[in-house]
C-alpha cells in the first residue's frame, strides 16, 4: 500500500502565497504522475495541475501563471506553489498520484489520494 500525506494549507489573504507538499510513502516501486485537485462541497473534484513522469506539467485555464507545480522525485514529494491567491481559489485541495506499489507476487499500480487540505482566502 501507500500514503498521500498532504500539508501547506491554511488561512491567507488575497493576492497572498500558499505552498502545499504531498508525500507519497509506502512500499511504492515508482510513482507515474502526481497532480493536485481541488474540491468544493457538493461539486465534482477538479484537476488544478498535474506532473508527468517525462516532466511534462498541465495546469487548469483558471491557475495558469499563478500556480506552479513540481516534484522532488528523491523523496516521492509534489509541490504546488500557489500565488496570487484569489477567493474563488478557496477549496479542499486533494493530492493524487499513480503509484506501482510492491506486492508479494508482483507489482499493481494505482490512484492514490491524499485526505485534502483546506484552504482558504480572505478577500
Known amino acids: 500500500q501507500a500514503q498521500l500525506v498532504e500539508s501547506g494549507g491554511g488561512l491567507v489573504q488575497a493576492g497572498g502565497s500558499l505552498r502545499l507538499s504531498c508525500a507519497a510513502s509506502?512500499?511504492?516501486?515508482?510513482?507515474?504522475?502526481m497532480g493536485w485537485y481541488r474540491q468544493a462541497p457538493g461539486k465534482q473534484r477538479e484537476l488544478v495541475a498535474v506532473s508527468n513522469n517525462g516532466g511534462s506539467t498541465n495546469y487548469a485555464d483558471s491557475v495558469k501563471g499563478r500556480f506552479t507545480i513540481s516534484r522532488d522525485n528523491a523523496k516521492n514529494t509534489v509541490y504546488l506553489q500557489m500565488n496570487s491567491l484569489k477567493p474563488e481559489d478557496a477549496f479542499v485541495y486533494y493530492c493524487?498520484?499513480?503509484?506501482?506499489?510492491?506486492?508479494?507476487?508482483?507489482?499493481?499500480?494505482?490512484?492514490?489520494w491524499g485526505q485534502g487540505t483546506q484552504v482558504t482566502v480572505a478577500s
Open positions: 493524487n498520484a499513480l503509484v506501482t506499489i510492491r506486492q508479494a507476487m508482483g507489482v499493481m499500480t494505482r490512484d492514490y
Open positions: 509506502g512500499n511504492i516501486f515508482s510513482i507515474n504522475r
